[in-house]
């Protein structure tokens, strides 16, 4: 009987592991099936959680360039000039012409300023061109157009420059009349004394400063137009006595023997600021003989320096000074005007004041 009960046990004991092996074998085929990998004697590492994806930044759009108006171009003008595509003509005067421009590969447009192709022959305005293109080189961009590039294509030259909003004072005040915030007046006021200081502090003379040559952009006022600047000792393209200018813009010096230096550009200074919140220079009247005759001799037009003592008697007291008939009587250079216009010139503080200035006019 035990060896009955003996043999059972062992074919239950038997049975059950060749199902135990079975069900191991089934489980191995399962995890060796395709798509799954194989099994291993060790455990998996744990994986690291996948660290979170950051989100894109979002892409800046990109700067708009300055709006500034401009024409099409005309029927027979060239397209190109020295790899840049012409898009519209800016403006045009007896010299040249300003176009909108763009580098071929290029998306920033630029100014692109050329003498006209008829008076590529005449060997004067040649010599302003180039007169203007070595000043701009190396005068400070602060308040003046900055050089961009420039070259000759084909025997026309041509000036780049960066592209500025706005429009010339002159402009301006045919359309909007005089500027009647005290603060834009004297920012703009400071911000031709610093240009003009940059530029004296060079030895150099402007010689032609005037609304039409004052661009108002958003980003403050700017000087434009050195073709006929003069180096102080007038070694430089004609002699310092006389030359160019605009009648009513033109010290006293300037119609004789004298020596014209850096006070001239004073003057003009004056003049133009006079006619920024006047309306017309100072100087202004109805012949060639009765400007020179107010120039030498009877003086401006009260009425024209009311105006800017209406707005700011300070920037008046010194407009009254920079127009002294004898030129010692004025601010010497541009760093002497900086000095009558505000107690403690530093940069970081009269570029401060244009700033906030500037921001009251509206353009």
Same mark, same amino acid.
């Given at each position: 009987?035990?060896?009955?009960?003996?043999?059972?046990? =062992?074919?239950?004991?038997?049975?059950?592991?060749?199902?135990?092996?079975?069900?191991?074998?089934?489980?191995?085929?399962?995890?060796?099936?395709?798509?799954? #990998?194989?099994?291993?004697?060790?455990? !998996?590492?744990?994986?690291?959680?996948?660290?979170?994806?950051?989100?894109?930044?979002?892409?800046?759009?990109?700067?708009?360039?300055?709006?500034?108006? $401009?024409?099409?171009?005309?029927?027979?003008?060239?397209?190109?000039?020295?790899?840049?595509?012409?898009?519209?003509?800016?403006?045009?005067?007896?010299?040249?012409?300003?176009?909108?421009?763009?580098?071929?590969?290029?998306?920033?447009?630029?100014? %692109?300023?050329?003498?006209?192709?008829?008076?590529?022959?005449?060997?004067?305005?040649?010599?302003?061109?180039?007169?203007?293109?070595?000043?701009?080189?190396?005068?400070?961009?602060?308040?003046?157009?900055?050089?961009?590039?420039?070259?000759?294509?084909?025997?026309? !030259?041509?000036?780049?420059?960066?592209?500025?909003? +706005? /429009?010339?004072?002159?402009?301006?005040?045919?359309? $909007?009349?005089?500027?009647?915030?005290?603060?834009?007046?004297?920012?703009?006021?400071?911000?031709?004394?610093? =240009?003009?200081?940059?530029?004296?502090? %060079?030895?150099?003379?402007?010689? @032609?400063?005037?609304? #039409?040559?004052?661009?108002?952009?958003?980003?403050?006022?700017?000087?434009? &137009?050195?073709?006929? *600047?003069?180096?102080?000792?007038?070694? /430089?393209?004609?002699?310092?006595?006389?030359?160019? +200018?605009?009648?009513?813009?033109?010290?006293?010096?300037?119609?004789? @023997?004298?020596?014209?230096?850096?006070?001239?550009?004073?003057?003009?200074? #004056?003049?133009?600021?006079?006619?920024?919140?006047?309306?017309?220079?100072?100087? *202004?009247?109805?012949?060639?003989?009765?400007?020179? /005759?107010?120039?030498?001799?009877?003086?401006?037009?009260? *009425?024209?320096?009311?105006?800017?003592?209406?707005?700011?008697?300070? %920037?008046?007291?010194?407009?009254?000074?920079?127009?002294?008939? @004898?030129?010692?009587?004025?601010?010497? &250079?541009?760093?002497?005007?900086?000095?009558?216009?505000?107690?403690?010139?530093?940069?970081?503080?009269? /570029?401060?004041?244009?700033?906030?200035?500037?921001?009251?006019?509206?353009?």
């Amino acid at each position: 009987m035990e060896l009955v009960v003996l043999v059972f046990l =062992a074919a239950v004991i038997l049975a059950a592991a060749t199902l135990l092996r079975a069900v191991f074998r089934g489980n191995e085929r399962r995890r060796q099936s395709p798509g799954s #990998a194989p099994a291993s004697s060790t455990p !998996p590492a744990p994986t690291a959680p996948a660290a979170p994806v950051a989100p894109a930044p979002p892409v800046a759009p990109a700067a708009s360039a300055p709006t500034v108006a $401009h024409h099409p171009m005309r029927h027979g003008e060239a397209r190109t000039i020295g790899g840049y595509h012409l898009l519209g003509r800016i403006g045009s005067g007896g010299m040249g012409t300003v176009y909108l421009a763009r580098r071929e590969g290029a998306a920033t447009q630029v100014a %692109l300023k050329t003498i006209n192709p008829e008076l590529l022959d005449e060997a004067e305005l040649l010599r302003r061109f180039e007169r203007e293109a070595e000043v701009l080189g190396m005068v400070p961009g602060a308040y003046t157009a900055r050089v961009l590039d420039g070259g000759v294509d084909d025997g026309r !030259p041509y000036l780049v420059m960066e592209l500025l909003d +706005g /429009r010339p004072l002159d402009a301006h005040l045919r359309e $909007h009349g005089p500027i009647r915030s005290p603060e834009a007046l004297r920012a703009l006021a400071l911000a031709l004394a610093v =240009a003009l200081s940059g530029v004296h502090r %060079l030895g150099l003379i402007h010689r @032609d400063l005037k609304p #039409a040559n004052i661009m108002l952009t958003t980003a403050g006022p700017r000087l434009l &137009d050195f073709g006929i *600047a003069a180096l102080v000792d007038g070694t /430089r393209l004609t002699a310092v006595g006389g030359g160019p +200018g605009t009648l009513t813009y033109m010290a006293p010096e300037q119609f004789g @023997d004298e020596r014209v230096g850096t006070a001239a550009d004073v003057w003009a200074w #004056a003049c133009c600021v006079v006619c920024a919140a006047h309306g017309a220079s100072p100087f *202004a009247a109805t012949s060639t003989a009765a400007v020179i /005759r107010r120039i030498v001799d009877t003086g401006p037009e009260p *009425a024209a320096l009311a105006a800017v003592r209406d707005l700011d008697p300070a %920037l008046a007291a010194v407009v009254v000074g920079a127009l002294s008939p @004898d030129p010692a009587g004025r601010p010497s &250079d541009g760093a002497a005007l900086l000095e009558a216009l505000t107690a403690r010139p530093s940069p970081g503080a009269v /570029r401060d004041e244009i700033t906030r200035g500037w921001r009251t006019l509206a353009l």
